[in-house]
């Protein structure tokens, strides 16, 4: 397992922005798929977005695309998700995630490392 720390979150009005930061301890972490998922009380764990280890194939649930941006630079270590255009039905609690490998997923059980998790408040 990575050890993944997730950085970033806070309590913004609707229509701002935040990134969040998914930082490891490990270079292998550079070969691994990244995901963000979220969870809001009372609801499942969802899929927000992911990278592929090389960062040339992202992926994204259908309500944040073209509003969300994830990125990587692992000479750092690290994944981003720049997020636009908040809406307070973006609450939630975000974990980054990460699975060895070439191929990336959009299932929890498909990842094998997670973060804590970094709160994300959107006012209205």
């Known amino acids: 397992q990575v050890h993944l720390v997730e950085s970033g979150g806070g309590l913004v009005q609707a229509g701002g922005s935040l990134t969040l930061s998914c930082a490891a301890s490990?270079?292998?972490?550079?070969?691994?798929?990244v995901a963000w998922f979220r969870q809001a009380p009372g609801k499942e764990r969802e899929f927000v977005a992911a990278i592929t280890w090389t960062g040339d194939t992202v992926n994204y649930r259908g309500s944040v695309k073209g509003r969300f941006t994830i990125s990587r630079d692992n000479s750092k270590n690290t994944v981003y998700v720049q997020m636009n255009s908040l809406k307070p039905e973006d609450t939630a609690v975000y974990y980054c995630?990460?699975?060895?490998?070439?191929?990336?997923?959009?299932?929890?059980?498909?990842?094998?490392?997670w973060g804590q998790g970094t709160r994300v408040t959107v006012s209205s």
């Open positions: 995630a990460s699975r060895s490998g070439s191929k990336c997923a959009a299932r929890a059980a498909d990842f094998g490392s």
């Open positions: 490990t270079r292998l972490f550079s070969y691994s798929c």
